[in-house]
């Protein structure tokens, strides 16, 4: 057997991977890029998505489509108005100090992952996916009558896989379309450039900060809910996405959007490849070799601006 159908396989697990962290990671950049801020409590969001998830499928029942559409859109918005309220009763009162703000979103993960372990359980748990039908991929070989197409026992995904990638690809462009083309955007970007300057021309940051801290956790959220139907729930969940999310903002250039997907793609390719033919630990020690490496020769990413 040729080496290329298991590649298009690792290909589209890996490209999977890619969307998920895509939108995990431009949530976490969005908050640094505007705020400042380093949420160390974005993965405990991602979780928290994966476990409202599973109570509103589990709580709905019925065909699974009905818990799983319910839970895309309740799932996100409560955990965006989690984060909003943490913003304000949190991170407003050590006035996003740095330093302050990572002590406080640390706090913030172990509260979040506690109770979740009280109210959820210490147990992975399935979401069933709204659709999940088995597709075949074709391939093209040359044996001795020519070229003919066949079908690779393996070689295949699923339509939900698929949706996964089409989801993440239109959610991405939606926040793009926001920072580009809306007044939040543009004020968003005021804020970003000139904290003082935005507050001299009346925009309200503080309301801004709140926000953007809620759409960041609302995407990492919107992820969890995307993959839990492939991976399952669990109150300790929120470990990797967090590590990769900030391996992603790094080498993407911390703050640039374009970049972040950017890396994204990158690091979740690379990892669904050298995962189906060698291991996952060696993805993970390449993916934090290439933060080394990015940190050392190109200090502000790969789409990040010198000198910025």
């Known amino acids: 057997m040729e080496l ?126 709204p659709f999940n039908t088995r597709l075949a991929i074709p391939w093209i070989e040359n044996g001795e009558n020519g070229w003919r197409m066949i079908w690779p026992w393996g070689l295949g995904t699923t339509t939900y896989k698929l949706a996964v990638i089409g989801a993440a690809i239109t959610v991405l462009l939606g926040v793009w379309l926001l920072m580009k083309r809306t007044r939040i955007g543009l004020v968003m970007r005021a804020t970003q450039a000139d904290r003082d300057m935005a507050l001299a021309f009346g925009i309200p940051v503080e309301r801004v900060y709140a926000l953007v801290f809620g759409m960041g956790a609302a995407l990492a959220a919107l992820a969890a809910v995307l993959i839990v139907p492939i991976q399952q729930a669990h109150y300790l969940m929120g470990a990797d996405p967090l590590l990769l999310s900030f391996i992603v903002v790094i080498i993407g250039g911390l703050g640039s959007l374009p970049g972040t997907v950017l890396a994204a793609v990158l690091i979740g390719l ?39």
């Open 270 to 308: 690379s990892d669904g490849i050298i995962s189906v033919f060698f291991s996952p630990t060696l993805a993970k020690i390449l993916a934090t070799l290439l933060v080394g490496l990015v940190l050392v020769f190109r200090p502000e990413g790969l789409a990040g601006k010198r000198g910025a």
């Open 4 to 129: 290329g159908p298991y590649l298009i396989l690792a290909s589209l697990e890996g490209a999977v991977t890619a969307a998920v962290l895509a939108l995990t990671a431009v949530g976490l950049s969005l908050v640094f890029g505007v705020m400042r801020v380093v949420n160390i409590a974005h993965g405990e969001f991602f979780m928290l998505g994966a476990v409202i998830a599973w109570f509103i499928a589990h709580s709905l029942g019925g065909h699974p489509a009905i818990g799983f559409a319910a839970a895309l859109i309740v799932a996100p918005l409560l955990v965006g108005a989690i984060a909003v309220a943490a913003d304000m009763t949190i991170l407003k009162r050590v006035n996003y100090d740095p330093e302050r703000t990572i002590v406080a979103t640390i706090g913030l993960l172990y509260i979040i992952q506690q109770l979740a372990l009280m109210s959820y359980g210490p147990d992975a748990r399935p979401v069933e996916a």
